[in-house]
């Protein structure tokens, strides 16, 4: 278990206690954002977590600093990090070259931005945020929130021309039905694969 690499994209709430169970356990760890972002996390954690754990930022768990556009190596795979254009927070999206030369493109938490087509388009692995299906778009408001629907993001993946479409970043108050319902929505727009997963499912690429 110690041998395995994992690469892992979150939230910054969520960086946070993998950090703090890294710094307890004396596991490696190396975190990759802009500037702002790894300079909060550095403050949150010096400000919460025990002085002798914190001190091991900078050595135990190292922060990496990218600008737009950016490559590096991480986890056998060669990724290029690329700003989002975002309408509220600065944030970063990213591809990801896999070992037998497929690509995986993550969208981040917010519509699209045609600025990122480079990236995105003919994509093996396409993730995209979809909070809710097109027709509960009255009940959830994604566009309120700053995201897309199910159908949004699937007519994008067409039009990109993408082979798998990964929705995340869902409403979580139709567990019961919405991989099968996400999917249905999905699959009137988009010709390739589509996929839903659970909280800790593991897609095979």
């Known amino acids: ?92 999206g990213f591809t990801a070259l896999l070992p037998d030369c497929q690509r995986i493109c993550c969208l981040g938490d917010e519509p699209f931005s045609p600025q990122c087509k480079q990236y995105a388009e003919d994509a093996d692995w396409l993730m995209s945020e979809a909070f809710c299906l097109y027709g509960d778009r009255e009940r959830f408001l994604p566009y309120e929130k700053h995201h897309s629907t199910v159908l949004d ?22 567990l019961d039905t919405r991989c099968q ?7 009137t727009v988009f010709s390739g694969r589509v996929l839903v997963p659970d909280d800790l499912e593991r897609i095979t690429l």
């Not at 091991?56 to 290029?80: H, K, P, Y």
């Not at 319902?181 to 699959?187: D, G, I, L, T, V």
């Open 1 to 92: 278990m110690h041998n395995e690499k994992y690469f892992i994209t979150m939230h910054l709430l969520g960086c946070i206690w993998i950090m703090r169970m890294a710094l307890q356990f004396n596991y490696s760890l190396r975190v990759w954002s802009h500037k702002k972002v790894l300079q909060l996390l550095t403050d949150i954690c010096s400000q919460i977590l025990p002085r002798k754990e914190a001190e091991g930022i900078g050595s135990l768990v190292t922060m990496n600093c990218l600008s737009d556009g950016e490559q590096f190596e991480a986890g056998g795979f060669t990724i290029q990090c690329f700003d989002i254009h975002s309408t509220k927070e600065r944030q970063f």
């Open 181 to 187: 319902r996400y999917m249905a929505e999905a699959k």
């Open 153 to 174: 993001a699937a007519r994008l993946a067409e039009e990109l021309g993408v082979k798998n479409l990964i929705l995340y970043h869902t409403e979580d108050r139709t």
